[in-house]
């Protein structure tokens, strides 16, 4: 009887940590590195993230590499059909639905790149970061340096009063903070004490 291997395999990586950790930077060069492999690569991003570009994924020390602007993770399945490579940028901004679409192109033997934070501005799992982070091959968990002390960071510190789950933005209104700087909003400190 003989073996038959399913010769295109697909895989799914997760690059994954605070905001200014890296996460696009190491998305764009493993994109990047896809080109240069000549493999067909196919790169997305939220139209709600319009920080510093519409239509590139961007890194906060500007490096760039042009997307697609997308509003639902469905979108994607239209547009890379024919791409080996799929990048996917900040993917904590899409629905729950992005983890079906991962696993469809993934078995479709394509391998999926998708960056995004896993914790949100209160230190509580970002979903959908957190149940892509269960089913996927590869992980990559990335830290940023500390804001107050320096020490490796693995929070989103928000500055400003906003309970939004979701802001957009940089510099202006978050930054990296480690384990004994992060501040939890007060709200959820209360709420802890309760319990």
């Known amino acids: 009887m003989l073996n038959i291997v399913k010769q295109h395999t697909g895989w799914i990586e997760v690059i994954c ?7 696009t930077e190491e998305l764009i060069r493993r994109l990047r590195r896809a080109v240069i492999a000549r493999q067909k690569v196919e790169i997305f991003k939220p139209k709600i993230d319009n920080r510093y570009s519409t239509t590139e994924i961007v890194s906060h020390d500007r490096q760039k ?3 697609r602007p997308i509003e639902k993770p469905r979108e994607i399945l239209q547009y890379a059909l024919e791409a080996q490579v799929v990048g996917i940028d900040e993917a904590q901004f899409f629905d729950d639905s992005l983890i079906q679409v991962c696993q469809t192109l993934a078995n479709m033997g394509k391998r999926v790149i998708v960056a995004g934070l896993d914790q949100d501005y209160r230190g509580k799992p970002f979903d959908p970061i957190p149940r892509l982070l269960a089913i996927a091959e590869y992980i990559t968990k990335t830290h940023a340096i500390c804001a107050i002390c320096g020490n490796p960071a693995n929070h989103t510190q928000r500055l400003t009063p906003d309970k939004d789950t ?3 933005g940089a510099g202006d209104i978050y930054e990296a903070r480690c384990r004994n700087c992060f501040e939890p909003p007060k709200e959820d400190e209360e709420e802890t004490t309760k319990e």
């Not at 940590?17 to 996460?23: L, Y």
């Open 17 to 23: 940590g605070s905001m200014f950790s890296g996460k």
């Open 166 to 168: 979701v802001i957009v």
């Open 65 to 67: 590499i042009k997307s």
